[in-house]
């Protein structure tokens, strides 16, 4: 402690200052980082509750005595906990859904209950239900659906419910598939309700599935999709994964169009009535015959009789024809394939020359008619509609360049955290200060007019001093007291330096150099020795 004592009264002002400085940063320092070293990394528990499903789940946790930590509408725990926690606070129902289901129903009684308040509960109940329905998604945050029913009023006739369904989504915009199947689940669940009559809002993608789709199937982005998808696997199959790029644009019908259609066709006529009609008709005549000369001899056939008859058949048929007539009424919705376009890129292979040069070998022109064969066949490829598939192999863009095989990871490729890097400099800005600003100025004895660091209250083999000055004795560093003059400007003789071959001549120089000085230095000390006495 004398020592220390003594080092501190040996510093000046300035020094002192930085040194307290420096000792105060080096103490806020370790507590900080022992502080960040003792606290564990805290991991995301829970995030976007609401108010009371979050303050239940921080009464939990405080009643089990874990650490948390609130960050605006997060829940942080420990990260080797925080699995565990889940699955526990589950089991005991939390987070609590403030969506209530069919569990409102239980709470009404038979007595004071009217209809009208069983009619609200029940459908605040199944929109309820509804809600927790959809929120088990795991694509789906948050839900609310709203179902408009006026079966209350007994004198509206065909009125056809309504419903609504306000969504936000856990990552991307609903898409339309999805908002499609929301909508068939609602209609299900309501009597009388239809899915066109279903409404679905994104939180971010604003209403999903409008009437722009009246077809109700797959618009064009998920049939390219879809196409593009199935032709990248069968693509990969061959090549690998990571070897195909594959891109499909569908141009589809987007106007609706109604046709009526009459046709007659003369050569077709078909008989729908045959008339018939025959009439016969006999006529017979007798009498006597005329006077005539013959009849006047005595030989003639005067007294003769004469007869005639005549007999006649006539006979009609009418026949009626109905010309061949086809009448067609065809609708045309949204949505048809006009033309399909398909893009296909494939990676090669890299051959090594024999001084280690590597070139692009693409794949044989039989191997991409194959695949371009397999492509057209997963697209429904048609020359006639116009649909046109383009398959190139090109080698694919390698920033890291060629190489012969892998990089090994290196001290530096391991992962750091960034609580780690915080610690880790912290840890390096400790030992800086420490280094500078404590250690150095400590051992380090000059510098800022600062005396030189001697004891005086040494030992005497030390500071052997007796009042003469003998050329054979060994000296102990000079030192001056706070009292008596300045004699900053003799230095600090470094005994220990390599340099001095000898470190008594150096000093016997010093003083045949400054006698004047080293005389009133010896005579403060004897005067100081008096007083002591």
């Avoid at 054979?472 to 470094?494: I, N, Q, R």
């Amino acid at each position: 402690m004398q020592q220390l004592a003594t080092v501190w009264n040996a510093l000046t002002p300035r020094r002192r200052a930085v040194v307290i400085g420096a000792t105060l940063a080096m103490i806020l320092a370790v507590f900080g980082l022992a502080k960040v070293a003792g606290s564990p990394p805290m991991s995301l528990l829970y995030a976007g509750l609401e108010n009371g499903a979050a303050g239940e789940v921080v009464e939990a946790l405080e009643s089990r005595g874990v650490p948390y930590e609130v960050r605006g509408g997060a829940i942080f725990v420990p990260d080797s906990q925080r699995d565990a926690l889940r699955m526990t606070l589950a089991s005991e129902g939390l987070p609590a859904n403030s969506t209530q289901g069919y569990e409102l129903l239980d709470t009404l009684s038979g007595f004071g209950t009217t209809s009208q308040m069983f009619d609200a509960a029940y459908w605040r109940a199944k929109e309820g239900e509804l809600a927790r329905t959809i929120v088990a998604s795991p694509f789906i945050a948050t839900a609310r659906v709203h179902i408009a029913n006026s079966s209350a009023n007994p004198f509206q006739r065909d009125v056809t419910p309504s419903a609504s369904i306000s969504v936000s989504a856990s990552g991307a915009a609903i898409t339309p598939a999805q908002a499609r199947a929301l909508k068939y689940l609602v209609a299900s669940a309501v009597p009388g309700l239809v899915p066109d009559q279903v409404a679905v809002i994104d939180s971010a993608g604003g209403l999903i599935g409008t009437e722009d789709d009246p077809g109700g199937g797959p618009s064009a982005e998920d049939r390219a999709v879809a196409l593009r998808d199935r032709v990248q696997r069968l693509v990969e199959a061959r090549v690998g994964a990571g070897n195909a790029v594959v891109e499909v644009s569908v141009d589809t019908v987007t106007e609706s169009e109604s046709i009526r259609e009459r046709r007659f066709d003369p050569a077709g006529r078909v008989a729908i009535s045959t008339d018939t009609e025959q009439e016969s008709s006999n006529d017979q005549n007798s009498g006597s015959p005329g006077v005539t000369v013959a009849s006047n001899l005595p030989d003639g056939q005067a007294g003769g009789n004469q007869s005639s008859s005549s007999q006649s058949t006539d006979s009609r048929e009418r026949v009626n024809y109905e010309v061949s007539e086809t009448m067609r009424e065809v609708t045309r919705v949204p949505g048809a394939v006009r033309r399909l376009t398909v893009a296909v890129l494939v990676n090669g292979s890299f051959a090594t020359a024999a001084d280690g040069t590597q070139s692009f070998v693409p794949l044989p022109d039989a191997e991409l008619a194959a695949l371009r064969d397999l492509v057209a066949s997963a697209v429904g490829f048609d020359a006639a509609r116009g649909d046109e598939i383009t398959l190139r192999s090109l080698p694919f863009e390698r920033p890291e360049g060629l190489g012969t095989g892998p990089i090994e990871p290196g001290w530096f490729a391991v992962p750091l955290d960034p609580m780690t890097l915080i610690q880790l400099g912290v840890l390096a800005t400790v030992a800086l200060v420490l280094g500078l600003f404590v250690v150095r100025p400590i051992l380090s004895g000059r510098g800022g007019g600062a005396a030189p660091l001697a004891l005086p209250g040494a030992e005497p083999a030390q500071m052997a001093l007796t009042g003469e000055i003998d050329e054979g004795d060994d000296f102990a560093p000079l030192a001056t007291l706070g009292s008596g003059p300045d004699f900053g400007g003799l230095g600090m003789v470094d005994f220990d330096s390599p340099a001095e071959a000898d470190p008594v001549d150096r000093l016997r120089a010093l003083i045949e150099e400054r006698k004047t000085e080293t005389v009133e230095i010896l005579r403060s000390w004897l005067d100081e020795k008096e007083e002591a006495k």
